[in-house]
């Protein structure tokens, strides 16, 4: 029978061509110095190590750190605490909100740095209202956190509908007859909604890691230099430039390197939430 | 729900219950608020003049006014608009459509075939999503520069059109349409292609539609990918320009205020979207929490 083949070959053809076979060359050009049209030579770990020595490399392993780390508490946290209001009886607009939270999710990235710069500007929003002269633009200690905020912004509506549907998941009558029988809200959280919880929290964390990450737009476009596409300065620039740079600077190899360690940090961490959350499940 | 609101109204702490409700509503109209309010700065802004965006960037604008629009679609930044949004719709409508009809095939195989291989393959495709596109992006350039590819629509309208979340959403929505309806359509003489194609695409309408208004989205506000591969402002889409647009030749002078009605052009058919098809959107991009 042929028809199946034809039908998902399309789709494999494209995968193939664009992912599959892409992904396996870069493996090897990662043990080669090669600048796209003279000869590669094998140079082993070396791109590797470079990197990992490299201080502008470090830098901005740090500084995506630091974009995954800092927005953890207030966007994920933040989000959880909002589904959980709305899931109680506290609050009966449910509807209302999801969307109005949601909202900043769909303002592309491009738009949503450049309408923050207008906001974090010396003459901007922030500083108008509040009346005060912060340089969350310019200062180089507050580049990273003003990221945060417009990170913070655009993803908590992600997160608020991904945790609301997953208390879709806890049944009434189980928090019902919890509370009848003398259950504090806080006891309800712990031994009912939270174990219940326990997935889709797993779920918004390996995706938080994944998209901290791969963070490109937002930091270039917020710190970047007024006006162009020249993007974050070292001390706010994330991982992703390092990809993209060695490309811009022709070193392949380098960029490909680059690419891998981002890998292998997005599996080590998602592998250590997947056990922390099964060593929990335990207790 | 009714039920137990009327108990909990008779019993004692019956003040200390609406308190917590009043403080629970308060906050979750401070955060819809904080969530909104960019989206009235960038609207307030366009509408401001330069002079008074510098000296009122946070309030309503006291003398609204249309021209930086005329500005944004006029003279060479309006030539750089007018051209950047034209690369965009032309990237972006047949990457959508490529991308659903690709991950409607395929779904439709792996939902409604037996074959060999299958599970395998399945497997290995959901598998590789773990793999971020970004490990290819230096092989790809490398690619697409031996093919001659870059600054180029097409290698903007091919590669990631094979969407592995968008087949399984498809094959999980297809694995419901029962089979006496594809038997009786072949009874009547249509063949494998015809099944699908006026059957089973129909039938599937509600999430192919999800697919496609998540495609579009992410597509259309994409930056990494064209930033590497395309270069030439003549086939830059909207978001790679977008920055730069009203930049003065020195580099020194950025009016905001057209930046700004510029973000409003970009966003605009996206939040159409979003109001048309919210529940697509917000259930779409959380999909794979919900499906586990």
């Known amino acids: ?283 | 729900m009714t039920a137990p609101a009327g108990r909990r109204a008779a019993a004692p702490g019956h003040g200390r219950w609406i308190g917590a409700k009043g403080a629970v509503n308060a906050l979750l109209v401070g955060v819809a608020a904080l969530a909104v309010y960019p989206y009235l700065v960038m609207l307030f802004g366009g509408l401001k003049s330069s002079a008074e965006l510098t000296t009122n960037p946070a309030g309503i604008p006291a003398h609204p006014t249309l021209h930086n629009f005329g500005d944004l679609f006029s003279g060479d930044t309006g030539r750089v608009m007018w051209r950047s949004v034209l690369n965009s719709v032309i990237v972006t409508v047949p990457y959508t459509a490529l991308t659903v009809v690709l991950c409607g095939m395929a779904g439709y195989a792996f939902a409604k075939y037996r074959f060999r291989g299958r599970n395998l393959i399945f497997g290995l495709l959901i598998a590789s999503m773990l793999v971020p596109t970004e490990v290819n992006i230096p092989t790809l350039y490398l690619l697409f520069t031996k093919i001659h590819w870059l600054n180029t629509y097409q290698v903007q309208i091919f590669p990631g059109t094979a969407s592995v979340l968008g087949m399984f959403m498809a094959r999980q929505y297809m694995r419901d349409i029962p089979d006496e309806v594809l038997d009786a359509a072949r009874t009547d003489g249509a063949g494998h292609w015809r099944t699908f194609w006026r059957i089973t695409m129909p039938m599937s309408a509600p999430v192919l539609g999800a697919i496609a208004v998540l495609t579009f989205v992410t597509k259309w506000s994409d930056y990494l990918w064209p930033t590497v591969m395309v270069n030439s402002p003549e086939r830059q889409p909207i978001m790679v320009t977008l920055p730069a647009l009203s930049t003065s030749a020195s580099g020194f002078i950025v009016r905001y205020e057209i930046l700004l009605a510029g973000c409003l052009i970009v966003t605009l058919p996206l939040l159409l979207l979003f109001l048309r098809f919210q529940k697509t959107v917000m259930n779409g991009t959380t999909a794979g929490a919900v499906r586990g």
Not at chain 1, 141 to 165: D, E, I, N, P, T
Not at chain 1, 257 to 266: H, K, T
């Open chain 1, 1 to 283: 029978m042929v028809a199946p083949y034809l039908f998902i070959a399309p789709f494999l053809v494209s995968f193939l061509a664009f992912f599959v076979l892409p992904s396996g060359y870069s493996v090897v050009l990662s043990f080669f110095r090669y600048n796209g049209y003279t000869v590669a030579h094998w140079v082993g770990l070396n791109n590797y190590r470079a990197l990992l020595e490299s201080p502008d490399f470090r830098q901005a392993a740090l500084n995506t750190t630091f974009y995954w780390l800092l927005p953890l508490l207030p966007m994920l946290g933040g989000a959880f605490a909002l589904a959980l209001a709305v899931r109680s009886r506290l609050s009966r607009g449910g509807r209302f909100y999801k969307p109005l939270i949601f909202i900043p999710q769909v303002m592309a990235p491009v738009a949503a740095a450049l309408v923050w710069r207008v906001i974090l500007s010396n003459a901007g929003v922030l500083n108008t209202v509040f009346g005060r002269h912060g340089g969350w633009l310019t200062a180089p200690a507050a580049l990273k956190w003003g990221v945060v905020m417009l990170l913070v912004w655009r993803g908590l509506g992600w997160y608020f509908v991904v945790f609301l549907a997953g208390l879709t998941g806890v049944p009434d009558d189980l928090l019902e007859a919890a509370s009848v029988d003398g259950a504090s809200a806080f006891r309800r959280l712990r031994h009912i909604i939270l174990p219940l919880m326990r997935p889709t929290i797993l779920f918004a964390l390996v995706i938080d890691t994944i998209a901290s990450l791969q963070l490109f737009t937002e930091p270039n476009l917020l710190v970047g230099g007024a006006g162009t596409t020249a993007g974050a300065p070292p001390s706010a620039a994330p991982l992703m430039n390092q990809v993209v740079t060695n490309i811009t600077g022709g070193q392949f190899g380098l960029a490909a390197a680059a690419g891998w360690l981002m890998f292998l940090a997005i599996g080590i961490f998602s592998i250590v939430q997947f056990r922390l959350f099964r060593e929990e499940a335990r207790t």
